[in-house]
């Protein structure tokens, strides 16, 4: 709840800032038009509603973010995070002084705070207050901008709009800060007439010298204490540590003799970082992703409190299973506890959402397809290495199309030949039934491939399909880039040998019957053979098919 309330109001003081950064660029029209814009301006913020959400969202936001300090258990942030907190800091005085010398003296002083006022300040103050008033935009804006990155990145819709956020991110800045810069010009050249800047101030009621010096004392009265709150946010992160760690320890243990050992209440991505183990979290520990995720195992497992209804929500996005919990939102209890990180520690954005729910393990019943070309060593012999990938890849671009028109995954290319994968999410008997069509797909395809190559090939394209069905091991396996969903097991081997023997049979299918039983066909008449396969116990019953485009015929 404190992350939503903290991301709302940042929603709100934004949209302020917008308005007012609007504003100050009708200067690049007019001082006249500048200060007609205020109007609105004041319309919308200066009335009771407007000021009761303004300053809500502000004392909101700013007391959100040092309890979001202080709830911190590492300061290991990344080099982003850090200079978003640098510039947060920065906008207490700069901001302070502005406030102060504005709402504050109104309120107190009957002060005009309008843009007469500010330019007036600016001109007979010099350039230390030119500076000052002309970076607090700039602060703010960037503060603002690496904020809702962070918050949006995630969103499915942020990279397509990606572009249009940063013009916008660029423009209302540059055009703010030009049109606060010749509004300034303009003045300053007003200035020069005599007792032009005496009326200003007399129309704005300028305070004495007294009620300056008082605005000046509430102003570091301010900055002093929000300086005070921050201190004793670290200060009071210390005293915390030392309690909590009265209360018992957690040992978790990362493999390869990676161990470490924290105080019980810091998040497992805390305790990570703390050790200096490198983990994967795209939304910095908001609970927002999932390339946090670990698989949590070990002794003491069951002492684990359940998943709130957030990182629940996240973790049935990527449909992870019972052993898998956030890192950024576990807070285990003293004990021995076993940590296996999912995603690689170089996980960005796109891991968030492109996990599917079998990349965490399981024994599913898929189809799968082996298919490779029948002689291609010598059909390659003789053409130039271009020749060859352009082949190859026209082939792999066919039955990659047939396949996916089918229902079924592409799961690798190795060398001339393919690997596909059925029923990933379906029912067994689709599965089948996908794995049957796209063997059917693919031999069309090959014909219409031969047929456009008919003038560049000595003699036409073949291959050789290999179907079968069965349980799989299905998971994400490998490493770092290239870890992929997949599947092992004997059926997946069988599929193999069964694609071998479309050579000695003379076929461009061989199908075991299994599969065919499972999706309700009977093919009766194909050819049938029982066959040894090498590492499997028993004989197999299967079909052998001339031409797999037959299937349509013998269905």
Same mark, same amino acid.
């Given at each position: 709840?404190?992350?939503?309330?903290?991301?709302?109001?940042?929603?709100?003081?934004?949209?302020?800032?917008?308005?007012?950064?609007?504003?100050?660029?009708?200067? =690049?029209?007019?001082?006249?038009?500048?200060?007609?814009?205020?109007?609105?301006?004041?319309?919308?913020?200066?009335?009771?509603?407007?000021?009761?959400?303004?300053?809500?969202?502000?004392?909101?936001?700013?007391?959100?973010?040092?309890?979001?300090?202080?709830?911190?258990?590492?300061?290991? #942030?990344?080099?982003?995070?850090?200079?978003?907190?640098?510039?947060?800091?920065?906008?207490?005085?700069?901001?302070?002084?502005?406030?102060?010398?504005?709402?504050?003296?109104?309120?107190?002083?009957?002060?005009?705070?309008?843009?007469?006022?500010? #330019?007036?300040?600016?001109?007979?103050?010099?350039? /230390?207050?030119?500076?000052?008033?002309?970076?607090?935009?700039?602060?703010?804006?960037?503060?603002?901008?690496?904020?809702?990155?962070?918050?949006?990145?995630?969103?499915?819709?942020?990279?397509?709009?990606?572009?249009?956020?940063?013009?916008?991110?660029?423009?209302?800045?540059?055009?703010?800060?030009?049109?606060?810069?010749?509004?300034?010009?303009?003045?300053?050249?007003?200035?020069?007439?005599?007792?032009?800047?005496?009326?200003?101030?007399?129309?704005?009621?300028?305070?004495?010298?007294?009620?300056?010096?008082?605005?000046?004392?509430?102003?570091?009265?301010?900055?002093?204490?929000?300086?005070?709150?921050?201190?004793?946010?670290?200060?009071?992160?210390?005293?915390?540590?030392?309690?909590?760690?009265?209360?018992?320890?957690?040992?978790?243990?990362? *493999?390869?003799?990676?161990?470490?050992?924290?105080?019980?209440?810091?998040?497992?991505?805390?305790?990570?970082?703390?050790?200096?183990? %490198?983990? &994967?979290?795209?939304?910095?520990?908001? *609970?927002?992703?999932?390339?946090?995720?670990?698989?949590?195992?070990?002794?003491?497992?069951?002492?684990?409190?359940? &998943?709130?209804?957030?990182?629940?929500?996240? #973790?049935?996005?990527?449909?992870?299973?019972?052993?898998?919990?956030?890192?950024?939102? =576990?807070? %285990?209890?003293?004990?021995?506890?076993?940590?296996?990180?999912?995603?690689?520690?170089?996980?960005?954005?796109?891991?968030?959402?492109?996990?599917?729910?079998?990349? !965490?393990?399981?024994?599913?019943?898929?189809?799968? =397809?082996?298919?490779?070309?029948?002689?291609?060593?010598?059909? +390659?012999?003789?053409?130039? %290495?271009?020749?060859?990938?352009?082949? #190859?890849?026209?082939?792999?671009?066919?039955?990659?199309?047939?396949?996916?028109?089918?229902?079924?995954?592409?799961?690798?290319?190795?060398?001339?030949?393919?690997?596909?994968?059925?029923?990933?999410?379906?029912?067994?008997?689709?599965?089948?039934?996908?794995?049957?069509?796209?063997?059917?797909?693919?031999?069309?395809?090959?014909?219409?491939?031969?047929?456009?190559?008919?003038?560049?090939?000595?003699? /036409?394209?073949?291959?050789?399909?290999?179907?079968?069905?069965? /349980?799989?091991?299905?998971?994400?396996?490998?490493?770092?880039?290239?870890?992929?969903?997949?599947?092992?097991?004997?059926?997946?081997?069988?599929?193999?040998?069964?694609?071998?023997?479309?050579?000695?049979?003379?076929?461009?299918?061989?199908?075991?019957?299994?599969?065919?039983?499972?999706?309700?066909?009977?093919? +009766?008449?194909?050819?049938? !053979?029982?066959?040894?396969?090498? *590492?499997?116990?028993?004989?197999?019953?299967?079909?052998?098919?001339?031409?797999?485009?037959?299937?349509?015929?013998?269905?």
């Amino acid at each position: 709840m404190a992350g939503r309330i903290r991301l709302w109001s940042s929603y709100i003081l934004f949209f302020y800032v917008v308005t007012h950064l609007l504003n100050h660029s009708l200067g =690049l029209i007019s001082l006249r038009v500048l200060e007609l814009g205020r109007v609105w301006f004041v319309f919308i913020w200066q009335n009771p509603l407007g000021q009761l959400v303004l300053y809500g969202a502000l004392f909101a936001h700013f007391f959100l973010a040092i309890w979001s300090m202080f709830r911190r258990r590492s300061l290991r #942030l990344s080099p982003w995070e850090w200079t978003q907190f640098a510039l947060g800091l920065s906008i207490v005085p700069l901001a302070t002084f502005h406030v102060v010398g504005t709402r504050v003296a109104h309120e107190l002083f009957d002060v005009h705070p309008g843009y007469g006022w500010v #330019l007036g300040s600016l001109v007979s103050g010099g350039w /230390p207050g030119i500076v000052r008033q002309f970076s607090l935009p700039l602060v703010v804006w960037i503060h603002a901008c690496i904020g809702l990155h962070f918050a949006w990145r995630l969103r499915p819709w942020y990279g397509t709009w990606l572009p249009a956020l940063y013009a916008v991110a660029l423009l209302i800045p540059a055009a703010s800060i030009a049109g606060a810069a010749i509004a300034l010009r303009d003045f300053a050249e007003l200035a020069q007439q005599p007792g032009f800047l005496q009326e200003v101030f007399a129309r704005a009621n300028v305070p004495k010298p007294d009620e300056i010096a008082e605005l000046y004392a509430i102003s570091d009265a301010l900055v002093a204490g929000a300086a005070i709150l921050w201190i004793a946010a670290f200060a009071g992160r210390r005293v915390r540590s030392l309690w909590e760690r009265r209360a018992g320890v957690v040992y978790l243990s990362y *493999g390869e003799r990676k161990t470490t050992s924290h105080a019980a209440g810091l998040t497992v991505l805390e305790m990570s970082r703390l050790a200096g183990i %490198p983990h &994967a979290s795209v939304c910095g520990g908001r *609970g927002r992703c999932s390339t946090c995720r670990v698989r949590v195992s070990g002794e003491d497992r069951a002492k684990l409190p359940p &998943a709130s209804a957030d990182e629940q929500k996240v #973790l049935s996005r990527v449909g992870a299973p019972e052993n898998v919990r956030l890192a950024c939102q =576990l807070r %285990p209890p003293p004990g021995h506890y076993r940590i296996t990180p999912l995603l690689p520690a170089s996980a960005g954005p796109v891991e968030a959402y492109r996990r599917q729910p079998q990349a !965490h393990g399981g024994e599913h019943y898929v189809a799968i =397809l082996f298919a490779d070309i029948r002689g291609f060593t010598s059909i +390659s012999e003789g053409k130039l %290495p271009y020749d060859v990938v352009f082949l #190859l890849n026209r082939y792999f671009r066919a039955t990659g199309q047939a396949i996916e028109a089918a229902g079924g995954r592409v799961d690798k290319f190795i060398g001339d030949g393919v690997m596909a994968i059925f029923g990933l999410t379906g029912e067994p008997q689709v599965a089948c039934r996908q794995a049957l069509d796209a063997a059917r797909r693919m031999a069309v395809a090959l014909d219409d491939l031969n047929e456009a190559l008919s003038g560049d090939l000595d003699q /036409p394209l073949r291959i050789g399909i290999g179907l079968h069905a069965g /349980p799989a091991i299905v998971g994400e396996m490998g490493y770092e880039r290239a870890a992929q969903i997949t599947a092992i097991g004997d059926t997946v081997n069988t599929a193999s040998r069964l694609e071998a023997l479309t050579k000695e049979f003379g076929a461009e299918l061989v199908v075991s019957q299994e599969l065919l039983d499972c999706a309700g066909m009977a093919l +009766s008449d194909a050819p049938r !053979h029982e066959v040894e396969i090498r *590492g499997r116990q028993g004989r197999l019953m299967v079909r052998a098919l001339k031409s797999a485009s037959d299937l349509t015929a013998m269905s």
